[in-house]
């Protein structure tokens, strides 16, 4: 196997260096991979944790030495900063002094660590974060859960359990600063405390353990036996659970769902199969995909996104053999070419052109057979396309939508052909979210492209003099980007009181959209606003024009914010009319073509895979005009 870097370390400098990990300062190293029969390795990974007494850190740490067994030139060396922030970021200053060629790292404090993140990325030093996020995108790649999604999902399965005639359910409760299990908490119970006929009974435990769940459970016998369901949000709280309902004599009556579905003895998917759990809610590790992507980074291998969101399931006594077979299942790239039918929204804008452009000479690199369809924003159009590809037995139907809703039959039918269909750029919503109708989104984040939007003008438009009224000119009416930039700028502005929506309309993408909304908006009222919200460039330049035809000046007068940063965005900040561009990247060929291959080799597909992107002002638009692709 041949590492991009040629950094041979012989044995014996390694024995020092791990020798020392374990002594100096507390740091706690542990060595993984079985580096004694090794001449030396080409990279080392330094994996800093934030607690290794959470169940989750050890089911990583245990995934990742699974995974760097693969990889004999790979060596890793992590650290436990056990929940200090100072202590992880001294222990990372200590894995870059040992060499350390790419760091992954679950953060214990996302405000204090996101700083030392960027630092350590900044320094070209390869960053992979995971299980909790950082604000902004300063790493060089995120993954992890959406463990709102799990507690969702839990709750779904209980409600649909109980059916119409309810019941009552018992939730443990665990650690109160556990990000993890507050998420779960908070997504299990927008699921379930509004549904018909059910009833909470909220119990703490002492800690989040097996032994603390035992406890809770014997102790709260009066509630629990009158019960129909626990949820337990680990696989630990629940086989204390499953423990205290034998010993009461419950394990009959009370039935237990829980999260994490983690593999191997008394672990959540063994609880099922032996019948001791109803349910559990796979929360994905991440570790296999972590070094997998590593390998990629540190190979320079293109594909790699920004953000890769972990599917989770529902296993249950029905799918848990299924489940099992996938986890354990070997994947592999016969390198074969594989056959694509993909159903383009339309070639609405430059953002669309260089996106369309990007997928297809990206198919040819990766050996895919593209048949691409056109469908001019017409949804009836996507229909027919889907239809004609399933009719053709391509291998993978990939769709840019041109709204949300609507999609759930063309979907059944080709899950019924056995083929999966993945969502480019826009996503879809479906009836029943566990039908699983399509494999997994990649492209942007919508909702913090509009968080981004709103933060820069917090940061760079003072509004001490009174409240900044804002024109939102909104994209495709039922439009993924559409209401998810919305719901982000409004997230932030709710935090911004100096700031007010005043006025909001649809512009549909197009530069034409956007003249019309500057043009109508003066033909009732007198020019008032002092900050404009574009959702895409070609919007933004249609209302400049729109505005220097009616003697507004641009930047000066009204301060204006789009969405894409296309070169066209880039040369009207340089020409000081556009403010700001954050950046959608249509540049997303190749994510997609690794994904689609991914996909046919067998590997558990992401949730959400999220592309790369940044935030440009006039400040930086001359050093970076030059560099864009589109």
Not at 3 to 8: A, S, Y
Not at 303 to 309: D, E, F, L, M
Request: glycine share 8%.
């Amino acid at each position: 196997m041949k590492m991009l870097k040629e950094k041979w370390h012989i044995l014996s400098a390694l024995a020092v260096m791990v020798l020392a990990a374990l002594t100096i300062g507390g740091c706690h190293m542990i060595p993984l991979g079985d580096s004694g029969s090794q001449k030396g390795v080409a990279s080392i990974i330094g994996v800093s944790q934030a607690n290794m007494r959470e169940e989750w850190r050890v089911a990583l740490i245990n995934e990742l030495r699974e995974e760097t067994e693969k990889y004999e030139d790979i060596q890793i060396v992590t650290t436990d900063a056990t929940g200090s922030a100072a202590k992880q970021v001294q222990d990372i200053d200590n894995l870059i002094g040992y060499g350390m060629d790419l760091l992954i790292i679950s953060p214990c404090d996302e405000k204090i660590m996101g700083e030392k993140i960027k630092e350590v990325y900044d320094s070209g030093i390869p960053v992979i974060v995971m299980d909790r996020s950082v604000e902004g995108f300063d790493y060089t790649l995120y993954i992890g859960p959406d463990n709102g999604v799990i507690g969702q999902q839990a709750g779904s399965y209980i409600i649909d359990h109980l059916g119409d005639k309810g019941g009552d359910v018992v939730v443990l409760q665990g650690n109160p600063a556990s990000v993890q299990g507050t998420e779960r908490l908070s997504g299990f119970k927008g699921a379930i405390e509004n549904a018909p006929g059910i009833t909470l009974h909220e119990v703490y435990l002492a800690a989040e353990s097996k032994d603390a769940a035992y406890d809770i459970v014997v102790t709260a016998k009066n509630i629990v036996e009158n019960s129909d369901i626990i949820f337990a949000y680990s696989d630990s709280m629940a086989l204390g659970a499953c423990d205290a309902l034998k010993a009461l004599g419950l394990d009959n009556k009370v039935m237990i769902v829980d999260c994490d579905g983690f593999k191997g003895a008394d672990e959540g998917i063994d609880l099922v199969s032996q019948g001791r759990l109803m349910a559990t809610v796979s929360c994905p590790i991440g570790g296999k995909e972590a070094i997998d992507y590593a390998f990629s980074i540190l190979n320079n291998e293109s594909g790699v996104p920004k953000q890769v969101i972990l599917r989770s399931n529902i296993i249950d006594k029905s799918n848990v053999e299924e489940n099992l077979n996938r986890i354990n299942a070997d994947t592999s790239d016969d390198g074969r070419k594989i056959k694509v039918g993909y159903s383009q929204v339309g070639q609405e804008s430059n953002w669309r052109l260089a996106n369309t452009k990007s997928i297809e000479e990206s198919a040819k690199a990766f050996n895919i057979d593209l048949h691409m369809e056109i469908a001019d924003q017409s949804q009836e159009k996507q229909f027919e396309a889907i239809r004609s590809f399933i009719k053709e037995g391509v291998d993978v139907i990939v769709v840019s939508p041109v709204v949300e809703t609507g999609w759930d039959e063309v979907l059944r039918e080709a899950k019924a052909a056995g083929i999966p269909v993945i969502m480019s750029d826009r996503n879809v919503l479906v009836e029943n979210r566990e039908e699983n109708l399509t494999t997994t989104y990649l492209g942007a984040d919508f909702v913090e492209e509009g968080r981004r939007a709103m933060r820069w003008i917090r940061d760079n438009v003072d509004s001490t003099g009174g409240d900044m009224k804002i024109m939102e000119i909104m994209g495709n009416v039922g439009a993924s980007p559409t209401e998810e930039r919305d719901a982000g700028f409004r997230e932030i502005l709710e935090e911004n009181p100096g700031y007010e929506i005043s006025y909001s309309a649809y512009g549909d993408f197009t530069f034409d959209g956007g003249k019309k909304v500057i043009r109508e908006y003066l033909e009732k009222n007198e020019w008032d606003i002092d900050i404009i919200f574009s959702q895409n460039d070609d919007m933004a330049l249609g209302a400049i024009e729109e505005l220097k035809a009616h003697g507004i000046k641009p930047d000066e007068d009204v301060k204006i914010i789009s969405v894409d940063a296309t070169t066209e965005a880039f040369e009207a900040m340089v020409r000081g009319e556009l403010s700001c561009a954050v950046e959608c990247n249509p540049i997303i060929g190749p994510q997609l073509m690794k994904a689609i291959r991914d996909l046919c080799s067998g590997k558990q597909m992401p949730f959400r895979i999220i592309t790369d992107e940044k935030v440009y002002d006039q400040s930086v638009a001359e050093d970076y005009i030059r560099k864009r692709r589109y």
